[in-house]
């Protein structure tokens, strides 16, 4: 079964650090791009940023760029986002997507996980 | 960046009827748009991708139609499970972009 599932979120600090993951299992990881999205409680989604099948090209919606940075271990299957520089604003349920071959969409989404930045 | 909105908000809609969805892109996005649908806890389901294929599993009640800045998504006789919130979302261009979400209540 093809899945994702991700890890690592919690209670940080304005100004603090995580280090979000997502493990994939049932498909070969390394042959699709991959993504995160995110979902403040109540609201909407919004893209936060993807990686492609190589690793070699990683995009970021404006509001994370310079604080977030998107990467994937081959090794581990797994997709990871480090967060720094964290703002209340930051604060929603984290998904981890898998984009379809072709690019045509996110086909596989994992049941998310919550970050929430405060004091 | 491509600005999504969607209309309307809300949607009310008995079973059985058929609803339809709309979604506007601020630029020409070819047939590069998805839609995906939403239950409350869950995590978005892929529906549609290209404008109007259907993706894996999903029930031929539901269509999209449209391409360069106008698109729409049909249910076209509703059952109780497909009460939820609809997104478009383009993947034409970097960043990506979601619309604002239609909520399709019963009425």
């Known amino acids: 079964e093809v899945q994702l599932l991700e890890s690592g979120g919690g209670l940080v600090q304005p100004g603090g650090s995580l280090r979000l993951s997502c493990a994939a299992s049932?498909?070969?990881?390394?042959?699709?791009?991959s993504t995160w999205v995110r979902q403040p409680l109540g609201k909407g989604l919004e893209w936060v940023s993807a990686?492609?099948?190589?690793?070699?090209?990683?995009y970021y919606a404006d509001s994370v760029k310079g604080r977030f940075t998107i990467s994937r271990d081959y090794s581990k299957n797994a997709l990871y986002l480090q967060m720094n520089g964290l703002r209340a604003e930051d604060t929603a349920i984290y998904y981890c997507a898998k984009i379809s071959r072709g690019y045509f969409g996110m086909d596989v989404w994992g049941p998310g996980t919550t970050v929430t930045v405060s004091s | 960046e491509i600005v999504m909105t969607q209309s309307p908000a809300t949607l009310s809609v008995s079973p059985g009827e058929r609803a339809t969805l709309s979604c506007r892109a601020s630029q020409s996005l070819s047939s590069n748009l998805a839609w995906y649908q939403q239950k409350p806890g869950q995590a978005p389901r892929l529906l549609i991708f290209g404008a109007s294929t259907r993706a894996t599993g999903v029930p031929a009640r539901f269509s999209g139609s449209g391409s360069g800045t106008d698109f729409t998504l049909t249910i076209s006789s509703l059952q109780s499970e497909d009460f939820a919130v609809y997104y478009c979302q383009q993947y034409n261009n970097w960043p990506y972009t979601f619309g604002q979400g239609t909520k399709l209540e019963i009425k």
């Open positions: 990686i492609t099948e190589t690793g070699g090209y990683t």
């Open positions: 049932g498909f070969t990881f390394s042959s699709y791009a």
